[in-house]
T-cell receptor, first 115, second 112 residues
Framework: GAGVSQSPRYKVAKRGQDVALRCDPISGHVSLFWYQQALGQGPEFLTYFQNEAQLDKSGLPSDRFFAERPEGSVSTLKIQRTQQEDSAVYLC?????????????FGEGSRLTVL | DQQVKQNSPSLSVQEGRISILNCDYTNSMFDYFLWYKKYPAEGPTFLISISSIKDKNEDGRFTVFLNKSAKHLSLHIVPSQPGDSAVYFCAASGGSQGNLIFGKGTKLSVKP
């Protein structure tokens, strides 16, 4: 596709449920980033990949959060045993550069609501 | 501790006038700065950037100014249009940061 595609756009989960959020980056983009945006806040960094290598996962808030990009293209962010504080918009971005020294292209986000 | 700060949560400007959005940063290793614009229910879209080797970058109605000694940058929009109404995020990268660090955003409202 022409842009970064994320699915699902909206997800409602019961507390304790596992969720998986998918990101399909722009074809050929080397870097892929995940951000969490709470209401009224700026995007907060979670993790980033250079091809299939996860180079930085320092922003993942707990060991319930896990991300992968096994073939260096599509990425999945998995949240286990969801809690109410996980409610946020999860943004994926990709870049032709090896890190964030250039423009990041964002998807529309996946809005997660945990009840 | 916030490394990128946007201290004004909102700004209201009359159509045709200048909008000035401000951003401060604390990490002196940052060497690349960007502004993103975000409409509701959409992802952020890139607006304009500036490298630390410059102090000004202009693109049409948008100009970004960088003052490295003050660790301050600003986005000027002139003339402002109602379609510019959105949330504007300042972001920075560089040093040991392989990722972009964002501010909390400023909501700009341009009144007709």
């Amino acid at each position: 596709g022409a842009g970064v595609s994320q699915s699902p756009r909206y997800k409602v989960a019961k507390r304790g449920q596992d969720v998986a959020l998918r990101c399909d980056p722009i074809s050929g983009h080397v870097s892929l980033f995940w951000y969490q945006q709470a209401l009224g806040q700026g995007p907060e960094f979670l993790t980033y990949f250079q091809n299939e290598a996860q180079l930085d996962k320092s922003g993942l808030p707990s060991d319930r959060f896990f991300a992968e990009r096994p073939e260096g293209s599509v990425s999945t962010l998995k949240i286990q045993r969801t809690q109410q504080e996980d409610s946020a918009v999860y943004l994926c971005a990709s870049s032709v550069y090896r890190d964030a020294t250039g423009e990041l292209f964002f998807g529309e986000g996946s809005r997660l609501t945990v009840l | 501790d916030q490394q990128v700060k946007q201290n004004s949560p909102s700004l209201s400007v009359q159509e045709g006038r200048i909008s000035i959005l401000n951003c401060d940063y604390t990490n002196s290793m940052f060497d690349y700065f960007l502004w993103y614009k975000k409409y509701p229910a959409e992802g952020p879209t890139f607006l304009i950037s500036i490298s630390s080797i410059k102090d000004k970058n202009e693109d049409g109605r948008f100009t970004v100014f960088l003052n490295k000694s003050a660790k301050h940058l600003s986005l000027h929009i002139v003339p402002s249009q109602p379609g510019d109404s959105a949330v504007y995020f300042c972001a920075a990268s560089g040093g040991s940061q392989g990722n972009l660090i964002f501010g909390k955003g400023t909501k700009l409202s341009v009144k007709p």
